[in-house]
C-alpha cells in the first residue's frame, strides 16, 4: 500500500520534468547564437550609433556631444556621395553579369555530364582563393604597359588603357574580379534550387520541342524565382560592403593615392574604405564621423532586406 503513492510521486516528478524539457530546452539550444549575437553585433551597433553623436577623435580624451550634426555634415560631403555612387556602380556592373553567369552555368552542370563532381567542386576554387592573390593576378592582367588585357586589345586597334587611372575603366576592372571570385560560389546556390524543380517538366518540355534555352526561360526560372531574389539581395549587400578589392587594386595597380583614397582622384574609393579612411587613415582618427557613415550603411542594408522580405512575400504567394 505504501508503494502506490511513492510510484504516483515519481511519475509526477518525470512528468514535470519532461515537461520542462519540451519547454526550456528549445530556449537552451537557440541561448548560445543570441548571446554571441548580443555581444558581436547588437551591442557594437548600438554602441556604434551612440559614437556617431559625438565628436569622437582618438586625439582627444574628451568626445563632445554633437547630436546629428556628424550625419549633416556627411550629407554634405563630396567624398562620401562619391563613395556612394562608385558603390553603386561597382556593385551594378559586378552583381548584374554575375548573377546571368551564374544562372547559365548552373543550367548547365544541372544536366547528366561526365565529371560532374568534379565541375562543381572547381566552381569554389575562385571563392576559396585568397583575396591578395585574386587582386595581385588580376591588377598585373589590367596592368597598363604589359597586362594581358591591354595586349589582346592591342589586336584590334585598342591603344594601352590605364584602368585604375579612370573611373569607368577601374569600375570595370574591379567588377571583373569581384564575378571572377563569386560567380561559382552563386552557381552552386542556383543549382541547389535547381535540384528540386521536379524532372517531369523538363521531360514534357522536351517532347513539346522545347529548347534548352526555352526550358531555361519557361521552367527553371520561375521555379527559384525565391532562390534568385535571395541571391540578389545577398550579392547587392556584399556590394555594398566591398574594401579588399579596391583597397588592394590602388596599391597593386601603382595608380597614386593613399591606401583607403581609392586612387588619386577617388575613382573607384567604395563606402566601406571611406569608412576606413574617416577612422582609421585620417590623422584626427574621427571615429564619430565614420560610425555616422556605416550606419547610414546599416540603414541602406535594412532598406534592400526590407524590399527582399516584400518581394519574396509576393512571389511565395503568386505560386500558390
Not at 556631444?65 to 556592373?93: C, E
Amino acid at each position: 500500500m505504501s508503494t502506490l503513492p511513492l510510484a504516483i510521486t515519481r511519475r509526477r516528478r518525470r512528468s514535470v520534468r519532461h515537461t520542462l524539457d519540451l519547454r526550456v530546452s528549445p530556449y537552451a539550444y537557440v541561448a548560445p547564437f543570441f548571446l554571441l549575437f548580443c555581444a558581436f553585433g547588437l551591442f557594437p551597433l548600438v554602441y556604434t550609433a551612440w559614437v556617431s553623436l559625438h565628436e569622437w577623435t582618438l586625439l582627444s580624451e574628451t568626445q563632445e556631444f554633437v547630436g546629428l550634426g556628424n550625419y549633416s555634415t556627411l550629407l554634405a560631403d563630396a567624398y562620401f556621395w562619391n563613395a556612394t555612387f562608385n558603390t553603386l556602380s561597382i556593385g551594378v556592373l559586378s552583381t548584374v553579369p554575375q548573377l546571368a553567369l551564374a544562372i547559365w552555368l548552373a543550367h548547365l552542370l544541372n544536366r547528366r555530364l561526365r565529371f560532374q563532381t568534379l565541375f562543381r567542386v572547381s566552381l569554389l576554387l575562385p571563392n576559396v582563393t585568397s583575396v591578395v592573390a585574386v587582386v595581385v593576378i588580376f591588377s598585373q592582367l589590367f596592368g597598363r604597359d604589359f597586362g594581358m588585357i591591354n595586349w589582346i586589345l592591342s589586336w584590334f586597334g585598342v591603344g594601352n588603357i590605364d584602368w585604375a587611372a579612370g573611373t569607368a575603366t577601374s569600375h570595370i576592372a574591379l567588377s571583373v574580379m569581384i564575378m571572377w571570385r563569386w560567380t561559382g560560389y552563386n552557381a552552386l546556390i542556383f543549382l541547389a534550387a535547381m535540384q528540386a524543380v521536379p524532372r517531369e517538366l523538363y521531360e514534357a518540355a522536351t517532347l513539346d520541342g522545347a529548347s534548352n534555352f526555352k526550358q531555361l526561360r519557361s521552367i527553371t526560372i520561375p521555379m527559384i524565382r525565391p532562390t534568385i531574389v535571395f541571391v540578389v539581395i545577398v550579392s547587392t549587400i556584399g556590394a555594398m560592403q566591398i574594401i579588399a578589392e579596391p583597397m588592394l587594386f590602388g596599391q597593386s595597380s601603382g595608380g597614386g593615392g593613399g591606401i583607403a583614397t581609392g586612387g588619386p582622384d577617388r575613382q573607384f574609393q567604395t563606402l566601406a574604405l571611406f569608412v576606413y579612411e574617416q577612422g582609421f587613415a585620417n590623422s584626427t582618427f574621427d571615429f564619430g564621423y565614420a560610425s555616422a557613415a556605416s550606419w547610414l550603411m546599416f540603414l541602406a542594408v535594412v532598406f534592400v532586406a526590407g524590399i527582399n522580405f516584400l518581394i519574396t512575400r509576393r512571389v511565395k504567394g503568386g505560386l500558390v
